[in-house]
């Protein structure tokens, strides 16, 4: 698999970390990427008081780190991003990105202007430009039995060599609110993944994935 057919990485900062096929294989790469790139850096940042950080953390200029968020190194933050009431650990983003508040994002990259809303978990998962994952989505990174976890491409099913991995998120894809994607899932670039959908394997890009509910009214007594 292409790591072209997710992402485009002419504008990200650090494509070197990306192979050009298997794009799972930059989550594996990205604790010693990151504790080889990081240092304490003071930009023109805005860093609440009560934020705490912890390690090697490299923040762009124009960030902004709000009030009780967490930031463990080794982290790079890239410019003009937010980061809210949230627990980032080794994660790399690009430009321009949003992490909300009550979030857990962990070993992650995200490319520019992507946004993690609210509430979200987003564990060992690539994130691709001007994605939205909605509040409350899920992102799970290890499968119950603990074997390696397994990617779907053009109906092959490939080994990742690794029991921790989380999703691929296309470029420009969304998900909606409480939906939750298993352990090597990919989600094809503009793809729209609909509130609460459940996610197990891979959708093409360009699709609307929905989950429909038969509601029943009933009249209550009087």
């Known amino acids: 698999m292409e790591t072209s057919t ?5 504008t990200f900062r650090y494509p070197g970390i990306f192979p050009a096929e298997n794009p799972w294989e930059s989550i594996k790469a990205l604790p010693g990427f990151l504790t080889s790139n990081t240092k ?3 930009l023109s940042i805005q860093i609440h008081p009560t934020a705490v ?3 090697d953390v490299l923040i762009g200029a124009g960030t902004i780190v709000d009030a009780l968020a967490i930031i ?3 982290t790079i933050i890239g410019k003009n991003c937010y980061i809210g009431r949230a627990t980032v650990r080794q994660v790399l983003t690009g430009d321009s990105c949003v ?3 009550r979030c857990e994002v962990a070993r992650t990259i995200l490319l520019d202007k992507a946004i993690v809303s609210h509430q979200c978990t987003i564990l060992d998962t690539v994130i691709g430009n001007q994605v939205n994952i909605g509040g409350g989505t899920i992102i799970a990174n290890v499968r119950f039995d603990n074997q390696p976890v ?3 491409f053009n109906d092959k099913i490939i080994n990742s060599n690794s029991n921790k991995l989380g999703a691929l998120v296309g470029d420009r894809a969304k998900t909606g609110a409480k939906a939750v994607l298993m352990p090597g899932s990919i989600i094809g670039k503009n793809s729209i993944i609909g509130a609460t959908a459940f996610i197990s394997g891979t959708v093409s890009e360009g699709q609307f994935v929905k989950t429909t509910t038969t509601i029943k009214t009933v009249k209550l007594n009087s």
Do not use: A, H, K, Q
């Not at 997710?6 to 002419?10: A, G, T, Y």
């Open 99 to 101: 992490i909300g508040d």
């Open 53 to 55: 950080i912890e390690g």
């Open 40 to 42: 304490v850096e003071n």
């Open 72 to 74: 463990r190194g080794p």
């Open 150 to 152: 397994l990617y779907t």
């Open 6 to 10: 997710l992402f485009n990485l002419e």
